[in-house]
């Protein structure tokens, strides 16, 4: 009997002897009868096999793994008595309709609630500008309790069970998500899963002494290992602290924190913190969670002599939080954050794993050809990089509340003739207007002195050309600023995937320096374009004279277009050859439908011959459906500088 197959049939007998006592015990609560009931334990009894697996591989070599066992299911039932009867009507027709996520008509936004409407209570008030926009998904920045001062925006969390008072408490996160929900609009939060916050209740006995709760992190008495570790690590904010472990007074020991000093690494070695974590998780998930962000994938798991990055274990962690939530709220999905080599984000993504997942390279990328005027990296690396199981997609941006960072990879780049040091160089100037010629006005972020490394920080519109421009008195810098801006969002709302927008670039946002004011953000260069929303922006809206109206109106336009185009569905694209250095091309079909995007990343003028479209096998006219227009298939192509076209070649 080979090694799976003893799982397996391990898996068995030991629901076996679990579920009829868990029953048993459960017997008068109210729910363990009827349809739903069975319906539950129909899911356990699939995802059981694949979830006994992926807890034994972590935990089966420790004593006690049948009583994980037993606690991992009885949270289970516990939490699904505890589903609403709303949200388990929900999961009903979400596994009736298992791609419900892959849908072209899903476009997405992303917001700080407090920077937005500063609280839960008055962000209800702008559902009908979200949906005025096409917005029916929308991502809350982390909203829960925090530490006082610097938190890392956010990403360090005191409690997952309760909203930051400054914004709300989880009964009006509840009811929010309850009006989302009818609304038709998916809420999506962030999940930070790889550390909490030194004030979490866990951080603070583990100070007081309690050794179960240091077990929960890595902890150290001395700086043996610490430095054995630290041989293999790299710095994530260099400019703010080197290495990865501080030491604690309380407790005597160093800490393991990757990120900032006041964010403890969890220790998922300990199946006591799968359990604990697994309970926030399906906590958050009953108040109406429907797509958790999993924040810092790539570090969860640690292992001696690596660089502690996309461990083999990282996976099975994900693949166990996911067979859990199969389980109990099978209409919620997981997305990942992994800002890592392309190869590695792509890991994560699998029906099994994480169904979403950023497409941090894309976005990239579409800044580098930007700025070169050439589309052969991200030809070169769409197509080596970016396909993705069925079942998945990706999630497109052209910025979010993190910096951006030239993650293609090195051997894509020698591949078309590019040094990728010297390239990553070039493209940091560029973006902080260093580079003669540059339009962009991106602020550095995380300067390593040792290696040369910076990030870039900025809002799509200052990055774009557009601050620069107004601030020159240039209209025809005004006017291919505002052509840029529109390429971009013209191609992630197209492209394989769900379009996500932060809120403020609909209507042409830029940077705001007052951060630097601020002692507790004045070193986070990132709050140059976590901007708090100005709504006196919305009156403009109404005057059709203003920058802010032209951008707001062709946001709402281009997500109208998308959700009339059933090729637009699912995260899959076909990049072809455009035989043209300045134009990148791809093809999305779905059903009857196929769609040819052509995008000119230059300011000039570009022709594309008749011969090329003929060859996708395009009718004599073929309708453009982005400008409303029709192209005869037998003349040229023309591409005017910072345009996209969407040509119908079926259906």
Not at 89 to 114: F, K, M, N, Q, T
Not at 375 to 394: D, F, N, Q, T
Not at 595 to 604: A, G, I, K, P, R
């Amino acid at each position: 009997m080979t090694g799976g197959d003893w799982r397996s049939v391990q898996a068995r007998k030991s629901l076996d002897r679990i579920l009829p006592e868990m029953e048993a015990g459960f017997a008068s609560a109210p729910g363990v009868h009827g349809d739903r009931w069975e319906a539950f334990k129909a899911r356990l009894e699939r995802e059981w096999p694949r979830l006994f697996k992926d807890l034994h591989a972590l935990y089966g070599w420790q004593y006690d793994f049948f009583y994980t066992l037993i606690r991992v299911v009885r949270l289970a039932m516990q939490a699904w008595m505890e589903r609403s009867d709303e949200l388990k009507a929900l999961d009903a027709r979400r596994e009736a309709d298992p791609e419900w996520y892959l849908s072209h008509e899903i476009c997405g936004a992303v917001l700080y609630v407090d920077l937005f409407s500063e609280n839960l209570a008055k962000l209800k008030e702008h559902v009908v500008y979200f949906k005025k926009l096409g917005i029916n998904y929308l991502h809350l920045m982390p909203l829960f309790a925090v530490p006082v001062g610097d938190n890392d925006g956010g990403y360090a969390v005191s409690d997952y069970r309760a909203i930051n008072p400054a914004i709300g408490t989880m009964a009006e996160l509840n009811a929010l998500a309850a009006t989302l929900r009818a609304e038709g609009i998916s809420l999506v939060l962030d999940f930070v899963f790889n550390h909490t916050a030194d004030e979490h209740i866990w951080a603070r006995r583990a100070k007081a002494g309690d050794p179960d709760y240091q077990a929960y992190y890595w902890t150290f008495p001395d700086r043996t290992l610490p430095d054995q570790f630290q041989r293999h690590l790299r710095d994530i904010f260099p400019s703010v602290r080197r290495g990865s472990f501080t030491w604690s007074e309380e407790m005597q020991r160093w800490v393991w924190t990757t990120f900032n000093s006041f964010q403890w690494d969890l220790n998922y070695a300990n199946p006591k913190v799968f359990r604990a974590m697994a309970e926030e998780m399906l906590f958050l998930a009953n108040q109406g969670v429907d797509i958790f962000r999993l924040d810092a994938v790539a570090f969860i798991w640690k292992q001696l002599g690596t660089d502690c990055e996309n461990q083999p274990e990282a996976h099975t962690l994900i693949s166990a939080f996911n067979a859990l939530m199969q389980i109990v709220a099978p209409g919620v999905r997981f997305k990942s954050e992994a800002i890592v080599h392309p190869d590695d984000v792509l890991s994560y993504i699998h029906p099994h794993q994480c169904q979403l997942s950023y497409n941090p390279m894309l976005m990239a990328l579409l800044w580098e050809a930007l700025a070169t005027r050439e589309v052969k990296l991200l030809v070169h690396a769409m197509r080596h990089r970016s396909r993705i199981p069925e079942g998945c997609s990706w999630v497109n941006y052209l910025r979010c509340h993190d910096d951006i960072g030239w993650t293609f990879a090195d051997e894509d780049a020698r591949a078309v003739g590019i040094d990728p040091a010297g390239h990553r160089r070039f493209l940091n100037d560029f973006y902080t207007g260093r580079f003669p010629g540059s339009f962009a006005r991106g602020v550095p972020f995380q300067f390593n002195p040792e290696n040369g490394d910076v990030r870039v920080s900025g809002t799509l519109s200052s990055l774009a050309g557009l601050e620069n421009a107004i601030e020159q008195e240039e209209p025809e810098w005004i006017e291919l600023a505002v052509r840029r801006i529109n390429l971009l969002r013209s191609i992630i709302v197209s492209a394989g995937g769900i379009p996500l927008l932060y809120l403020g670039d609909e209507w042409g946002m830029l940077n705001d320096y007052t951060f630097l004011t601020d002692p507790a953000k004045a070193n986070d260069s990132r709050w140059v374009h976590r901007c708090r929303h100005r709504w006196e922006a919305r009156d403009d809206l109404a005057d059709s004279d203003t920058l802010e109206w032209r951008f707001y109106h062709e946001m709402v336009n281009l997500f109208k277009k998308r959700k009339a185009i059933p090729a637009f569905y699912n995260g899959g694209m076909e990049v072809v050859d455009s035989r043209n250095a300045h134009v990148f091309a791809y093809v999305r079909a779905h059903g009857a439908q196929k769609v040819l995007v052509v995008c000119n990343f230059s300011e000039d003028t570009q022709t594309l011959e008749s011969e090329w479209l003929a060859a996708f096998g395009a009718p004599d006219e073929v309708a453009d459906l982005l400008n409303d227009e029709r192209v005869a298939a037998g003349q040229p192509i023309l591409l005017e500088g910072y345009r996209a076209r969407w040509l119908a070649l079926k259906g």
